[in-house]
């Protein structure tokens, strides 16, 4: 069974450009949720995507943006960067049915 | 809106000795309530969860959790830690399988020989 893999690891942006983010689920999972953790806080609920639509969002702006495709694997994409960006990103797949989460290791993006 | 606290942000424990991490909730139904782990550079692990049912609840390496809904907590405890439970513990907590999870602040536990 494949966990759940994110890319890149790590990654340097300057301020006003734009990334893209990459998770696979894990595997027979359907449902993918993106999280962003700053530096000595918790998880934060950015939006989940179920059947390649969004299914809920957190309180980010639109330049917060995904994707989903029909192998369950989705995207990340943030316009415009902004310092305060600057976190580790985090992709959890799960099952509808079932909820429980699992994550991937993160994408660590340092905005400069 | 549902959040989650976690008062201690930093606890040291000797190998051997009992912990408890607390955790109290704010959430206008019956929550779903979650502890996770998180090593250094790591993403997160479930250690165990409560859905309904028996309030206390076992998780994985030795872990458990008490559910108390009239104090609004979720408290982790393990009886014995080693030095390899070292790492930052979340505590969540969701409305319903599908939803989101609204995470604490984390513990960060330093276990010291």
């Known amino acids: 069974e494949t966990g759940v893999t994110q890319s890149p690891t790590h990654l340097i942006k300057t301020r006003g450009q734009q990334v893209t983010l990459r998770c696979s689920s894990q595997?027979?999972?359907?449902?993918v949720s993106w999280y962003q953790q700053a530096l000595g806080q918790g998880p934060q609920f950015i939006f989940q995507?179920?059947?390649?639509?969004?299914?809920g969002r957190g309180n980010f702006p639109p330049r917060f943006s995904g994707l989903q495709f029909p192998n369950y694997s989705s995207e990340l994409n943030v316009n415009a960067l902004e310092l305060d960006d600057s976190a580790l990103y985090l992709c959890?797949?799960?099952?509808?049915?079932?909820?429980?989460?699992?994550f991937g290791e993160g994408s660590r993006l340092t905005v400069l | 809106a549902q959040s989650v606290t976690q008062p201690d942000i930093h606890i040291t424990v000797s190998e051997g000795a009992s912990l408890e991490l607390r955790c109290n909730y704010s959430?206008?139904?019956?929550?779903?309530l979650f502890w996770y782990v998180q090593s250094p550079g790591q993403g997160l692990q479930l250690l165990l969860k409560?859905?309904?049912?028996?309030?206390l609840v076992q998780g994985i390496k030795g872990f458990e959790a008490e559910f108390k809904r009239s104090q609004s907590s979720f408290n982790l405890r393990k009886p014995s830690v080693h030095w390899s439970d070292a790492a930052e513990y979340f505590c969540?907590?969701?409305?319903?399988?599908?939803?989101?999870?609204?995470f604490g602040t984390g513990t960060r536990l330093t276990i010291i020989p």
């Open positions: 995507y179920y059947r390649e639509e969004e299914n």
């Open positions: 959430y206008g139904a019956t929550p779903y």
């Open positions: 969540a907590v969701g409305g319903a399988l599908t939803e989101k999870l609204t």
């Open positions: 595997s027979g999972h359907n449902t």
């Open positions: 959890a797949s799960s099952l509808w049915s079932n909820g429980e989460l699992f």
């Open positions: 409560y859905f309904s049912g028996d309030t």
